[in-house]
């Protein structure tokens, strides 16, 4: 790892990054995708003035207004093929539907799949796949049949 201390010019630099000026949040968040050390002296305070305190509903609303973002977010951008989300984040539209129905059967709510798949969509899934859905390559077949190899072998 690079300097951690502020350079001959006296700016923050985390990994050889210039990072002066930026908020306790912004520093924190690169400390964590770098891996700096939780001992760094740079870290200091910085988890509590990024975590609010929050009560239990308070939590729950923010993770279904994330949730709502990011199902807008997948229905407007419809160019973002499923095979291309479970070859980056192993995970895809249909996952977010079997998820949406599993939490709705915890919470007591039937919820089936057709329904949960509108949900996640924005309309019946034949509808969005007849509009939107691309044949996947020949090479995104592979990459996702070793993938599936692969979690096969880990589990």
Not at 10 to 22: F, I
Request: net charge negative; with cysteine.
């Amino acid at each position: 790892m690079d300097s951690d201390l502020p350079d001959p010019e006296g700016r923050l630099t985390l990994n050889g990054l210039g990072l002066g000026g930026q908020s306790p949040r912004v520093l924190y968040t690169w400390a964590i995708i770098t891996q700096l050390p939780s001992d760094n002296p740079l870290l200091e305070g910085m988890i509590a003035m990024t975590t609010a305190p929050m009560d239990i509903q308070q939590r729950t609303e923010i993770e279904a207004a994330t949730f709502r973002r990011l199902i807008d977010h997948l229905q407007t951008h419809t160019d973002v093929q499923n095979i291309e989300l479970m070859l980056t984040a192993d995970f895809c539209r249909n996952c977010l539907a079997k998820w949406y129905s599993a939490a709705a059967e915890d919470q007591g709510v039937e919820i089936n799949y057709e329904e949960a798949l509108k949900a996640v969509y924005g309309m019946p899934y034949a509808d969005w796949k007849s509009k939107h859905q691309k044949e996947a390559t020949p090479e995104q077949l592979e990459a996702f049949k070793r993938q599936q190899a692969q979690q096969a072998q880990q589990q």
